[in-house]
């Protein structure tokens, strides 16, 4: 066992000379951490602390790959918004031009665009770093709060821990706004108060930041059918308890409206959630499978939630319950919704476990904890600091200039000159290349295409069918993850197409006059 600290400047040691000894270099050892307040919260918040810390530093030395394809629609996105002001029909691509789009994420990548305006590049990364740590941190305080010791915390945490990281996009922000209204829902289903009502401005927020928002309104309601079906059976219960669990099973949906899009959002869920072409192009929209290395740690997770939510039933609200069935079978529906359910275990699980309750008021603040966080936060700021003066070259590696600036120099020659990408370089080449505005085939928005247009497009990627290459005709660069390597081939075997750019991440081909 670690040794406790002595905040009155000394420790328990047999025989009065050993114990002025210790005494004196104790006091100097409190003197060099600081004040007795840091040193308490350094020494009981020590796990959490590191842990947190732990992430800090995985995602600044990560950094570098927190860019990917939704990551330059963001900020074309938020650059869209301030040229042109809120869009309702698209005017990027070709494929999908004139279809109604609804920016749903409009907030979020608004917000991207400022921090990019204002910092550069290397700014909205290291924002996107601390709203996700910003995020963890207010659920390790939420599971304290509720009784949860640091020590059953931090496990959770790092089972959980692919689930709690994520590159450069606006479902950061939904991370944050999950936790905050989960731990306002769990808090309401043990002791209802006025404040339930901040619900619903949180929800309208979430509503115009990501589409995560949907499950945030299902917990609400969830909340209200589970006050509704307690109220069932009671006698003499007063119209404002009634009132109250109505209006939270029921009047959630509507924030999903609160947008400058109105009842148009309906078509946009429907075309993202259970859609079938989506769940077959797009990883993260794919169930998770045990041997997947994102796949994987889903499975123990959902074992150790089920062992505790069954042993200790009693120790969980209706509402809590709930939102664990919940966010799980949503984990399980789409791997992309696994970190509400890791965010849940990490809220709502940790004070389940055995020792929890006898840990609440743990022992005083330990050596070990203070070594511990001291150290992390030691690598995390270091971590930080690297990030934060490092070039921006060294983020964007990559994104190689040399590919957007010969896509650039075609578009600008031959004005009849259009771009067909793949999904992950179509948004890129948008933001970097003005030219390609209008003229590029698709982006990663698959939400404003067709149900037929999304297959072309898949069938084209994976060269299905006898007609696969009729999404090309017209297009007379061909912009290629090198890793698609049939379709990859299929190019560099034909007479006619040149390679204009090629490495290890992105490959051009400018197919001239065969592009008809």
């Known amino acids: 066992m670690s040794e406790p600290l002595n905040f009155a400047g000394s420790t328990r040691v047999a025989g009065p000379m050993g114990e002025s000894a210790l005494s004196t270099r104790q006091g100097h050892a409190l003197a060099a951490l600081g004040s007795n307040r840091l040193l308490r919260l350094l020494g009981r918040e020590g796990y959490l602390i590191g842990t947190a810390s732990f992430f800090l530093a995985f995602l600044c030395f990560m950094s570098h790959w927190l860019l990917m394809s939704d990551s330059w629609l963001t900020l074309v996105g938020g650059r869209e918004l301030v040229a042109h002001g809120i869009p309702h029909y698209d005017q990027l691509a070709v494929v999908s031009h004139g279809h109604t789009w609804v920016d749903q994420q409009w907030l979020a990548q608004l917000a991207y665009w400022g921090i990019y305006s204002a910092t550069g590049l290397r700014g909205a990364v290291l924002a996107t770093i601390l709203v996700q740590v910003f995020a963890l941190g207010l659920a390790f305080v939420l599971a304290r709060r509720r009784g949860a010791s640091a020590t059953s915390i931090v496990p959770f945490a790092l089972i959980s821990f692919l689930y709690l990281v994520s590159f450069m996009r606006a479902e950061v922000f939904s991370m944050a706004l999950f936790v905050v209204v989960l731990g306002l829902l769990a808090a309401e289903s043990r002791r209802p108060s006025r404040r339930v009502w901040l619900v619903f401005p949180l929800l309208v927020l979430w509503a115009n930041v990501h589409g995560a928002v949907v499950m945030g309104v299902l917990l609400a309601s969830l909340l209200g059918g589970c006050e509704v079906a307690a109220l069932i059976g009671k006698r003499s219960q007063p119209g404002r308890n009634w009132l109250r669990a109505v209006t939270l099973a029921v009047a959630p949906v509507l924030t999903l409206f609160a947008t400058p899009w109105g009842d148009r959002a309906v ?62 079978m949503a984990a399980f529906a789409a791997i992309r919704s696994a970190p509400w359910f890791a965010y849940a275990c990490i809220v709502l699980l940790p004070p389940l476990l055995g020792r929890a309750r006898k840990q609440r008021d743990e022992g005083e603040p330990t050596w070990l904890g203070v070594g511990f966080a001291t150290g992390l936060l030691g690598c995390a700021s270091v971590a930080f600091a690297m990030v934060a003066l490092a070039p921006t070259s060294k983020l964007t590696s990559n994104w190689p200039a040399g590919a957007e600036a010969a896509v650039t120099h075609v578009l600008r020659v031959d004005p009849e000159a259009r771009v067909l990408a793949g999904p992950e370089h179509g948004d890129w080449l948008l933001f970097r290349s003005p030219e390609a505005r209008g003229r590029l085939a698709f982006d990663g928005r698959w939400e404003i295409l067709s149900l037929p247009q999304m297959r072309a497009v898949v069938d084209y990627l994976d060269q299905k069918g006898d007609a696969w290459e009729r999404l090309a005709r017209g297009y007379r660069l061909v912009v290629l993850d090198p890793h698609r390597l049939r379709l990859a081939r299929a190019y560099e075997r034909r007479p006619g197409v040149r390679v204009l750019y090629r490495d290890r991440n992105v490959v051009v081909y400018d197919r001239g006059r065969m592009a008809d």
């Open 267 to 328: 078509p946009y869920y429907r075309s993202t959630i259970g859609n079938p072409v989506l769940r077959k192009a797009a990883s993260e929209w794919m169930r998770p499978e045990l041997m997947s290395l994102k796949g994987f740690p889903l499975f123990p997770l959902a074992a150790v939630a089920i062992v505790l939510a069954t042993k200790r039933r009693r120790d969980l609200s209706s509402f809590e319950l709930g939102a664990l069935v919940l966010t799980l």
